[in-house]
């Protein structure tokens, strides 16, 4: 054990809060490795698709117009092996977490299981914050724009005032409530390419083609998600995270006592 | 008795809580194992098939016969494409060919139905669009008989061997119908299971034009299969023979993994 010794300061001058509750801490965690099953099967699929002779492949790029900066996603993505990444040792057909390529039928598989986990998960996690009220803590007001204008700021040591210390400030107001509609939208956008025939709305989406261009860039939104919030978990430091297992964090108090413990 | 100091009370509860998620972390490890080491049904893990087949329970009760797999102007056509040689053999003679029919109601034996039969029937033609499972899609004009026309004239039998066998079936009662129906090439090296309900959709065809031409040999001349509520790997070319059943068919694909409903 090499926790800190305890303090023997005979007055605290910290208290516990509580912060996140049960609840969103299991739909938080449980997310993840049900978004990672969603992505990486969901990689397996678009494999098939992005291959060079696959015209379908040319939405996944990025470029404007007949320019294409950069096609997504080259082999060496599919086939780490092949190109000499051996991350561990590999089966004879490739590593089964990251060899990408020739698995349609097995992404598509894992897609399909998941997929009611990741909408059971969701769903559990809005009706909750429904009704529990936090969801006034989460979804964004008149102030979060400016709020999350100056948070931006203050990161990139522009300015030099922090954020108000409060629960979510203004970007994370915006980022927790566009990663829920990014949610909601991979399902739409999921069931658009699932049923193109039998469900009608999918045409406003572009159809099959369309629908599978939107899916595939909200995935990249996920990701790009993803990579923002580990930058910010590790700024924000080991009480924020622990927080987010445990439920609650030490804050100074305020006010005052207004006895001793006796 | 004094009150517990709050880091040292936060310690206690945050190794309780990190213990949690250490289980939990090992718990999910030992899930993706448990499910990817499950017994494989037809190339994939035994719970991820039978999702695959609660899946298509749901979007059997969901199906629709009035709702329309969307359709284009011919005008916005692209350009077909070849994806695939399976069942195909490279000297093929259509003009010999005839179509065999299994398990019909009234007949004992194999019904064989020639290309100028199938096109006395009421001619259809339309602009959809083949969507493949690997992503790619294309937009064709196709021209034949409504699987539906063809049923009526060559019924499927009664799913009930009791049912009174002296009434012909009624395409509307799908519930008194065999469940199935199978189609293979002449050569047998491709073959599809397909549902009732879907095969008697209002766009399945059994088609011989495409794009205002015959078919030619490597889009299945003379006969094939267009099914739009269907993934394309279910639109088989080049029918040989049909058959009738009330057992679920063999499907070239589902066997290698690929769900066998593929519905659209």
Redesign the interface.
């Known amino acids: 054990m090499s926790e800190e010794q305890p303090t023997s300061e005979p007055q605290e001058t910290v208290e516990i809060r509580e912060k996140h509750p049960l609840a969103i801490r299991w739909n938080h965690w449980l997310n993840f490795p049900i978004l990672f099953t969603m992505i990486w099967s969901g990689l397996l699929i678009y494999w098939a698709d992005s291959q060079p002779n696959q015209d379908a492949g040319h939405f996944y790029r990025i470029g404007f117009g007949n320019f294409t900066l950069l096609r997504l996603f080259p082999d060496w993505f599919y086939r780490p092996e092949v190109h000499g990444a051996h991350l561990v040792p590999a089966l004879d057909d490739g590593h089964p977490l990251y060899n990408l390529s020739g698995r349609l039928a097995e992404g598509m598989g894992w897609h399909f299981f998941f997929m009611w986990l990741f909408v059971i998960n969701g769903l559990l996690y809005v009706g909750f914050t429904v009704f529990s009220g936090q969801w006034c803590h989460l979804v964004p007001n008149r102030h979060s724009l400016i709020e999350a204008w100056q948070v931006v700021l203050h990161d990139l040591r522009i300015r030099k005032e922090p954020p108000p210390e409060k629960k979510y400030n203004g970007a994370q107001q915006i980022a927790y409530t566009i990663i829920v509609l990014m949610g909601l939208g991979s399902l739409v956008t999921g069931l658009a390419i699932y049923k193109p025939a039998q469900l009608s709305w999918p045409a406003w989406l572009g159809g099959y083609g369309g629908a599978r261009f939107l899916h595939f860039w909200l995935m990249m939104g996920f990701v790009g998600f993803f990579a923002v919030h580990i930058v910010q978990v590790i700024r924000a430091g080991w009480g924020n995270f622990r927080s987010m297992v445990t439920g609650r964090e030490l804050v100074p108090i305020t006010p005052p006592p207004s006895e001793e413990p006796s | 008795m004094?009150?517990p100091?709050?880091?040292?009370?936060?310690?206690r509860?945050?190794r309780r809580?990190?213990l949690w998620?250490g289980a939990?972390l090992i718990g999910?490890y030992g899930g993706?194992k448990f499910?990817?080491g499950r017994r494989h049904s037809d190339?994939?893990?035994w719970?991820?098939?039978r999702?695959?087949e609660f899946?298509e329970d749901i979007?059997t009760d969901?199906?629709?016969k009035t709702?329309?797999?969307?359709t284009f102007d011919p005008q916005q056509r692209t350009e077909a494409?070849v994806n695939g040689p399976e069942g195909l053999d490279d000297h093929f003679d259509p003009t010999g060919w005839t179509l065999s029919l299994e398990n019909a109601y009234g007949h004992d034996e194999p019904v064989v139905i020639t290309l100028d039969e199938i096109k006395k029937m009421p001619r259809q033609e339309f602009t959809t669009?083949l969507?493949c499972?690997?992503?790619?899609?294309m937009i064709v004009t196709w021209a034949g008989v409504r699987f539906r026309d063809f049923a009526a004239k060559y019924m499927p039998g009664y799913r009930d061997s009791a049912a009174d066998s002296r009434r012909p079936p009624d395409l509307a009662k799908i519930e008194e119908l065999v469940r199935y129906v199978y189609m293979e090439t002449p050569n047998g090296g491709y073959y599809v299971g397909l549902d009732m309900q879907s095969i008697l959709h209002p766009q399945t065809l059994l088609c011989y034009e495409m794009n205002g031409q015959p078919l030619t040999l490597d889009h299945g001349a003379p006969l094939r299969l267009v099914i739009?509520?269907k993934y394309g790997y279910k639109n088989l070319k080049r029918i040989g023979l049909i058959r009738y059943t009330d057992e679920k068919p063999a499907d070239f694909?589902a066997e290698?993994?690929?769900?066998w409903y593929a519905?659209?």
């Open positions: 004094s009150e100091n709050p880091r040292e009370e936060l310690r509860i945050s809580s990190f998620a939990a999910t993706f499910l990817a190339g994939l893990p719970p991820l098939r999702t695959l899946n979007w969901a199906f629709s709702a329309m797999a969307p494409r669009q969507c499972v690997e992503g790619w899609s739009p509520v694909w290698q993994g690929y769900d519905g659209l």
